[in-house]
Each structure stands twice: as structure tokens, then as C-alpha cells.
């Protein structure tokens, strides 16, 4: 089935750490996005890609990285810059700017211990 | 800079009620889309609905209808005769022209039907 899947499901992290949370998806979507949702807010954008080897920054990109090697994965790095990492963080992908629905996985949960 | 506003950020109504989630919105351009979408407890989002900044038609799929005004700058999302299966955190969100889903969320609202 074609969809978007993120690993892992729940993520702990020790302060200053470095982790990776995993974004794959196969619907053949050229734009792929990072959002941020903390408890009882909205999402907010992290970063962006719209192809290959390209990606911009979001709204709070402040210590975080992303990559995109590959049309089919978009990892993200939550940095030890990062002050706040504890949050849920959703990959979503969609068309290339034809503002049509974005696909959104299930997210990860990371928090600091 | 693009601003969604959902008031209400907690909902409780009784099954079959009808209900309706508010969504305003702030953007000085003139070409945008508004979107709705659905986080069940699984945590990803369903896409409900996108409307572009051209298309006042109201809508309705089922249960669920919007209502679309510009000259309030409001998208709001109604349910009828509601059911458990509703419960949820709805969000409304806004992206402009060719920003493809460069998304500007509204804070959520979280809907809680009760058998």
C-alpha cells in the first residue's frame, strides 16, 4: 500500500544528544515537510523539500537538519541546539507546489530524559 | 505573515448532536487555500477538505458540510448528528498560491462525541 511511514514510533533522547527520526514515503511525491506539533498547539513547520538535493527551511528550523539523498526518505536530525526537542514530530508529502492534500505518517514521539 | 485562528479549543457534545468548529483566517493575499483536516488518536492527519480563495460554494460530503466566507475570513466545518467515531482534533489550516503544503496551522480544536 502506498503511504508514508515513520520510525521509530517513540523516540527517548538524553540531553545533548544527537537522534535521527525517519521519514519514508513511496507515493512518488516530489515535496516532502517536517512539522512540529507540541501539546495542545498546531503544527509548525520545520523544514521543506520540493525535490532532490534541495530543501528549505521552515517557521523553527533552529536546530534541526534535514537531507534528502532520496525522492523516497527526508530524515530529520534533532540537533543538540535544539533547546525544546520534546515534541511530536509529523513528515508529511504531497504534489509539488499544486497545493493539493499532503499525506501526512503517524509520527514520532521524542522525548528528553 | 499568514495567521489561522480556531477559538474553540475543546468541544464536548452528546451523539447525534450537530456541531460546528471555527476556523478564521489572516493573509494579505489574494490566492490561497484553506484546508481541513482530521487527527484521529493514531496521530496522522486526514485530509477532509481543501478550498481555494476563488470558490465561496459551500460544500457537503456526507455528515459533514463548510461554510466559506471571505468577507469574514472564516472556513468553518460543521458535523451533523455527530458520532463517536467523530472524536478528534480537527485542524484548519492555509497555504498560499504555489506554496505547495507550506502549511499555517489554526491551535486545534479537540472534539469529544459522548455515546
Known amino acids: 500500500d502506498g503511504g508514508i511511514t515513520q520510525s521509530p514510533k517513540y523516540l527517548f533522547r538524553k540531553e545533548g544528544q544527537n537522534v535521527t527520526l525517519s521519514c519514508e514515503q513511496n507515493l512518488n511525491h516530489d515535496a516532502m515537510y517536517w512539522y512540529r506539533q507540541d501539546p495542545g498547539q498546531g503544527l509548525r513547520l520545520i523544514y521543506y523539500s520540493q525535490i532532490v538535493n534541495d530543501f528549505q527551511k521552515g517557521d523553527i528550523a533552529e536546530g534541526y537538519s534535514v537531507s534528502r539523498e532520496k525522492k523516497e526518505s527526508f530524515p530529520l536530525t534533532v540537533t543538540s541546539a535544539q533547546k525544546n526537542p520534546t515534541a511530536f514530530y509529523l513528515c508529511?508529502?504531497?504534489?509539488?507546489?499544486?497545493?493539493?492534500?499532503?499525506?501526512f505518517g503517524q509520527g514520532t514521539r521524542l522525548t528528553v530524559v | 505573515a499568514q495567521k489561522v485562528t480556531q477559538a474553540q479549543t475543546e468541544i464536548s457534545v452528546v451523539e447525534k448532536e450537530d456541531v460546528t468548529l471555527d476556523c478564521v483566517y489572516e493573509t494579505r493575499d489574494t490566492t490561497y487555500y484553506l484546508f481541513w483536516y482530521k487527527q484521529p488518536p493514531s496521530g496522522e492527519l486526514v485530509f477532509l477538505i481543501r478550498?481555494?480563495?476563488?470558490?465561496?460554494q459551500n460544500e457537503i460530503s456526507g455528515r459533514y458540510s463548510w461554510n466559506f466566507q471571505k468577507s469574514t475570513s472564516s472556513f468553518n466545518f460543521t458535523i451533523t448528528a455527530s458520532q463517536v467515531v467523530d472524536s478528534a482534533v480537527y485542524f484548519c489550516?492555509?497555504?498560499?498560491?504555489?506554496?505547495?503544503?507550506?502549511?499555517?496551522f489554526g491551535g486545534g480544536t479537540r472534539l469529544m462525541v459522548k455515546p
Open positions: 489550516a492555509l497555504t498560499l498560491n504555489n506554496a505547495g503544503n507550506m502549511l499555517t
Open positions: 508529511a508529502s504531497s504534489l509539488r507546489s499544486l497545493n493539493t492534500e499532503a499525506f
Open positions: 478550498r481555494n480563495s476563488f470558490d465561496e
